[in-house]
């Protein structure tokens, strides 16, 4: 087994127990024991992390502007761009149709990835490395100017009193190392626009993106 010594310098901590580190970066593709497991645990210590900071950062920030706060940095492409600095999609194993097909650069594929490296510390090292690993690589929680569709559509709705949006994912297609999904964003009950994406949180940003575009052409 590697020891992914640049991985682990990268990321500031170095594993007891280095097979958690391994299945971390063991994507679907390679193995029926794969890494989305600890993308799942990895996604709630992240928000976890990122939501105390910003609670000690920001004490005159009201709860719905944290909440914005907390999605700019979580973001998927957020995530991704991290992923890329510390060369993560390189460490990652992979078939090689999916690595042949960019599945190292695939923004999914590094945002799960890191969630679930960030998983791996956590179990081997306790939440105080998750924690510390989270300060060095996204930073100190300041305000981003990211763009984010999904809150900039609850805030639209929010202000004219109505009703706020909920989405599904409506379709998937292509191989599992390849997915494109739809997401569908509803509001009372009533589909407003569709958005897709390499993943369901990018098609949701999409669809939400184009349902407030069309609220306002509309005057809705």
Do not use: W
Not at 130 to 142: F, Q
Not at 173 to 195: K, S, Y
């Amino acid at each position: 087994m590697s020891d992914y010594t640049a991985l682990q310098a990268a990321v500031g901590y170095q594993f007891r127990d280095l097979s958690l580190l391994k299945l971390a970066l063991t994507h679907p593709s390679f193995s029926a024991k794969h890494n989305q497991r600890l993308e799942f645990l990895g996604d709630a210590v992240l928000e976890l992390c990122v939501s105390e900071k910003i609670y000690e950062k920001h004490p005159e920030m009201h709860e719905g502007a944290m909440t914005q706060l907390r999605q700019k940095l979580v973001r998927e492409e957020k995530l991704a761009d991290v992923a890329r600095k510390i060369h993560l999609g390189e460490a990652l194993l992979m078939d090689k149709s999916c690595a042949l097909t960019g599945g190292r650069q695939n923004p999914s594929v590094l945002c799960d990835a890191f969630e679930a490296v960030l998983a791996a510390v956590y179990l081997d090292g306790g939440f105080e490395a998750a924690r510390a690993m989270v300060a060095l690589l996204i930073g100190d929680c300041s305000e981003t100017g990211e763009n984010d569709n999904k809150s900039a559509l609850q805030e639209y709705l929010q202000a004219r009193g109505q009703e706020m949006p909920a989405y599904q994912t409506v379709g998937e297609e292509g191989p599992p190392h390849d997915r494109v999904f739809t997401a569908a964003v509803l509001i009372d009950g009533r589909e407003i626009a569709r958005g897709s994406g390499k993943s369901k949180k990018r098609a949701e940003q999409e669809a939400a993106g184009a349902a407030l575009k069309m609220i306002k052409r509309s005057g809705e």
